[in-house]
């Protein structure tokens, strides 16, 4: 069921989306890191396609009144959907009063050492009380830990050892192969099992690869068949 905000109410305070930013137009990526962005999307809205959820890439996230939105390079919210008019101006970025909860998930890529991932970006999730930080330091600019993963308990991020997101019913994985012609390390989401969620490109070669083995095996069956003197086209 996709939660909804209460607006109308004379009572129910909401800041002026007009006076809010909610894109600047000035973004600046890295091949790598923009790659990775749309694995991480992409892979979510290829395989969960029986759930309520909202993923995206560099969408600003206004938490706290008077306070000037946080981009983080993914979030997950879960039971929430992009209202119709995605135009209008309140609709444009991700208002936590306007979806009445936090996105479950918020990841960091980390490009340069300029981020401050460990420390005011890990302090305002805390605040905004997002139930994972995931910080990806793939070039160990942090320190040695290439994956660090942090839950909210009570009012804290703990760091966990654990890439199981247990209120989520997902995981992370850093997973070694391909992505659109890319041979690299990829942050990727997985099942509990370790399988990783598949890509659209991946769905359509699992299917092709599913369809190649039951041809063989019709042909096996009916090559059999005709060994037994009997011709498989009269069955």
Known sequence: MVQQVLINDDDYYVPDANQLVTEDD????????????RLLVGSLYSTL???????????GI?????????VP????????????????KQNRCYMVWRFGKPPEVVIEIVSNKEGD???KKLKIYEQMRASYYIVYDQNQQLGEKVLRVYELRGRRYFETSENWLEQVGLGVTLWEGKFEDRQDTWLRWCYQD???????????????QRAEQAEQRTQLLADRLRAMGVDPDTI
């Open 62 to 70: 206004y938490h706290t009144d008077g306070q000037p939105a946080i």
């Open 26 to 37: 000035t973004p600046v990526d890295n091949f790598a890191s923009e790659k990775q962005q």
């Open 194 to 208: 370790g399988n990783v969620l598949s890509t659209g490109d991946e769905h359509a070669e699992q299917e092709r």
């Open 49 to 59: 396609q029986q759930q309520t959820f909202l993923a995206a890439a560099n969408v």
């Open 73 to 88: 390079d993914i979030f997950l919210s879960f039971d929430v959907q992009v209202p119709q008019n995605w135009w209008e």
């Open 117 to 119: 991932e460990l420390g």
